[in-house]
């Protein structure tokens, strides 16, 4: 979608002072086939979550009217079903979907992953599907269930996206910065005891739908201008937190990207969803997770996909450090799209 199209769909913030002052750092690395690309916002901020502001965008303005007519009045629950706790955070869902034990799949274990619209194509032969929370029914899942189909729901974790239908949940204190050439996104204080509740309600969510699995991005705030001081020890405490709750709900949580405390978090989470570590050339960071015989659900996204030649399939496929990985060749826009290795 343009860009001029896309910010008349979505509010525009006031700039807040980054209290830090301090510039984000600028890093350059060789992609294949690709000049040297700065690795400012563009590298610090997910593809995913590029795509699925943009996709998650068109989804909603067709649904509005529903979405109007299905939002309750104050502090609200999004997925249709009410909550026992209006203040406090739960220990665990106990409602429908609920799965009974926590899923732990094996490195090596194949994927796929949509994030550009619901999920319409279920016959890729995979063991996993990674899908949008918001924009996939429970029906969706359940489908893939019978198909014998473990299933993660991505949502963002790290930044406040006002396309999602409990965007008004935040308070306007629990998010500054916006996502530089995103104007509709910003990054979230993942201190604050409300992001933190409104995540809960998200875990909730994800096991009222039956998701096997979650997927929060954007858990590296450590790595970004997010205007709050957040370091490499709030994004453990926060994973932490995440990975209780969600456990709590029989649900297995992995880590995305945020290589620099892999090894920390390894033995908490139950994989890791990498983008681009062939191309920037940093997948020794996530080989403790394969050491594990955890799955890193690797992604690596070719200029010329759908149409990738031979010599950039096997420059992905034999890369250094990637032995065991569950790597995927995916166009930029998270489509049905995809390439396996070997190539």
């Not at 998010?175 to 409300?194: H, Q």
């Not at 880590?255 to 983008?275: C, Q, S």
């Not at 992604?299 to 790597?327: H, K, M, Q, R, W």
């Amino acid at each position: 979608m343009p860009k001029s199209i896309l910010s008349s769909l979505t509010p525009s913030f006031p700039e807040i002072p980054n209290p830090r002052g301090s510039p984000m750092k600028e890093y350059n690395k060789q992609g294949y086939g690709r000049a040297n690309i700065g690795m400012s916002w563009w590298r610090r901020w997910s593809v995913t979550q590029k795509i699925v502001c943009v996709a998650v965008t068109v989804v909603l303005v067709g649904i509005a009217v529903g979405l109007g007519v299905g939002l309750t009045v104050g502090r609200r629950d999004h997925s249709g079903f009410s909550s026992s706790n209006d203040t406090g955070i739960s220990s665990g869902w106990e409602g429908p979907g609920k799965n009974t034990s926590i899923w732990k799949p094996e490195r090596g274990t194949t994927w796929q992953i949509v994030l550009l619209h619901p999920l319409n194509d279920t016959t890729p032969d995979v063991q996993v599907y990674d899908i949008d929370l918001f924009t996939n029914n429970a029906s969706t899942i359940s489908d893939l269930h019978g198909k014998n189909r473990k299933v993660i729901c991505y949502f963002s974790a790290g930044t406040y996206e006002s396309f999602r239908p409990d965007s008004t949940d935040f308070s306007r204190s629990d998010y500054r910065n916006v996502v530089e050439g995103w104007n509709n996104e910003r990054w979230l204080d993942t201190n604050s005891a409300n992001v933190r509740r409104i995540m809960v309600e998200r875990l909730d969510l994800a096991a009222h739908k039956g998701c096997d699995g979650v997927d929060p991005d954007n858990v590296d705030g450590y790595d970004n201008d997010t205007g709050f001081s957040l370091n490499q020890d709030d994004a453990v405490n926060y994973l932490t937190f995440l990975a209780n709750h969600a456990h709590n709900r029989s649900l297995s949580i992995g880590l995305k990207n945020a290589g620099a405390i892999v090894p920390r978090v390894v033995d908490l989470l139950e994989w890791e969803v990498n983008e681009q570590c062939v191309q920037y050339d940093e997948c020794d960071l996530y080989r403790p997770f394969v050491d594990a015989n955890k799955p890193v659900f690797h992604i690596e996204y070719p200029d010329s996909a759908p149409d990738i030649d031979l010599a950039t399939a096997n420059s992905i496929c034999g890369a250094a450090n990637t032995v065991d990985f569950s790597t995927l060749m995916k166009a930029l826009v998270l489509d049905d799209w995809y390439r396996t290795c070997p190539a």
